[in-house]
């Protein structure tokens, strides 16, 4: 099948690998000339595992191609992906101008009937807007045909999701064109769900928002561990064993980031909102989130008293391990936190050290050396639940910090660990551990 994928960010270039991966001829379009000069020298423009070796492979069989031009992106293409960003408005509703943009393009580009799949994640409805869009733009004699297929992928473990997720959700106007997208995403061998464009439009949101949610309540349930002295993480073992609630999406931390749980909450808030239903459920689970970013500093500054001059190390910057990505990161929340209560903030991440200072609105020091930002801190906190962090033996915090107090965000280690390296630890909705040699 000959297709085109418009938007080469990162549903969009994962998109349009993983489909000339099993066999599709690809061209991505990007209006960015210069992202397209580094694709076409194979360089891939995000960071994820896997991504770069595959792209290679199908841009040296010419199955994998990018342009700038949409007139010659579009060219014969049967079926076009919209896979451009949706960001978030002031009000906290999706902003579809890029979709709308994409859509005026394809029409006034194509040459004959095609299907037009939207991969972006947009409000229920969208579908059908696009369409008039296009059926006012096209030339006459033309059709174009409209699918919703989302995307599921998460940020580091893309090609694996697509490879081996749980479901294909495709939303078709008719069953036809349900058909032709079945047989494109056949050979991923991935069961199919085929429903109407609305459905297939809330299937994602209401993801999404439900497991944002699960994120919430074991963060809620861990601040009352704390309170009654239980282990969340027990905890969330004997509930995950009941097959009805799972164990995925029940691990305690410092709150959900990244590019899509916190837009696509509050999207569906607004959008519920616009339609006179008040979201209160879901609102409450972003409440809660915006909290949880928090513990660690009400934590330190409760340790503490003050937190001036003190020297703390904050190990991870981006949302999640595996990505470069700090978009909503709780980073962001407690290191101009920290500045402004007068610490002295060194920050230390693997792959994302070089990002911080265009998202840190702070001053802060950055390396990729872990024991440079350990040496003689005052604290630790940790943000990012890297391997390498949760590999490293407690003891090592003892070894170069002035005084070894941890608090971690992630629940990175075993509280008996921590108690044999005689550290002072603070971790989310697990017992303290206060060694009375640090006291
Ligand atoms: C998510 C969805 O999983 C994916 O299906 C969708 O297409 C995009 O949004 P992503 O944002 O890449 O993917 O990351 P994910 O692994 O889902 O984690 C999201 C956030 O939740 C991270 O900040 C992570 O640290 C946090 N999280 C996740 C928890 O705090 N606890 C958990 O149990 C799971």
Redesign the pocket.
């Known amino acids: 099948m000959k297709i085109a994928v418009i938007g080469t960010g990162y549903v969009g270039l994962v998109t349009g690998v993983a489909l000339s991966e099993i066999g599709h001829q690809v061209t991505c379009i990007d209006i960015d000339p210069n992202k397209v000069a580094e694709l076409n020298q194979g360089i891939p423009t995000i960071y994820e595992p896997g991504l770069g070796e595959m792209m290679l492979r199908n841009q040296s069989a010419h199955r994998l191609f990018f342009t700038d031009q949409h007139e010659k992106g579009l060219d014969g293409a049967e079926v076009i992906y919209i896979a451009v960003g949706t960001p978030q408005r002031a009000d906290g509703s999706a902003n579809l101008q890029y979709v709308e943009q994409a859509a005026r393009d394809i029409a006034n580009n194509i040459r004959k009937s095609v299907i037009v799949v939207i991969k972006s994640t947009v409000p229920v409805g969208t579908n059908l807007h696009i369409k008039k869009i296009m059926n006012a733009n096209t030339r006459p004699g033309i059709q174009v045909r409209i699918a919703s297929n989302p ?7 893309a090609i694996h ?1 697509t490879f081996r997720g749980d479901r294909i959700i495709i939303g078709a106007e008719d069953r036809e064109t349900a058909d032709v997208l079945e047989e494109i995403n056949a050979p991923f061998g991935i069961p199919v769900l085929k429903t109407d464009l609305s459905s297939s439009e809330m299937i994602k949101y209401a ?2 928002a439900f ?2 949610t ?2 919430s309540f ?2 809620e349930i861990a601040n009352l561990c704390e309170k009654l002295g239980a282990d969340v993480e027990e905890v969330s073992r004997g509930m995950g064993l009941d097959h009805r609630i799972g164990m ?14 916190p837009k ?1 909450t509050n999207a569906l808030v607004q959008l519920a909102g616009n339609h006179h239903h008040e979201f209160n459920l879901l609102k409450s689970v972003i409440e809660v989130n915006n909290h949880q970013q928090r513990v660690l500093v009400e934590k330190m500054v409760a340790r503490f008293g003050s937190l001036k001059g003190k020297r703390v190390a904050v190990l991870g910057l981006a ?2 391990p595996n ?1 470069d990505d700090l978009r909503e ?1 709780p980073a962001l929340v407690i290191i101009p936190k920290l500045v402004e209560l007068g610490a002295e903030v060194i920050t230390y991440d693997p792959i994302a050290a070089n990002q911080g200072p265009r998202w840190i609105n702070a001053p802060a020091a950055y390396t990729k050396n872990i024991a440079k930002a350990l040496k003689d801190a005052d604290c630790a906190v940790i943000v990012t ?1 890297w391997p390498d962090i949760k590999r490293m033996e407690p003891e090592t915090f003892a070894y170069f910090m002035k005084t070894p107090i941890v608090f971690d965000g ?1 629940n990175c280690y075993s509280i008996a660990a921590v108690r044999k390296a005689r550290i002072e630890y603070y971790s989310v909705g697990r017992p303290d551990v206060v060694p009375e040699v640090i006291r």
């Not at 995307?151 to 473990?157: M, N």
Request: net charge neutral; with cysteine.
């Open positions: 995307e599921f992928l998460r940020e580091g473990s999701d993801s999404n497991l944002a699960k994120i074991i963060n995925s999406f029940l691990r305690a931390g410092i709150g959900y980031g990244g590019s899509c749980f696509d949302f999640k990505t990161s639940d992630r």
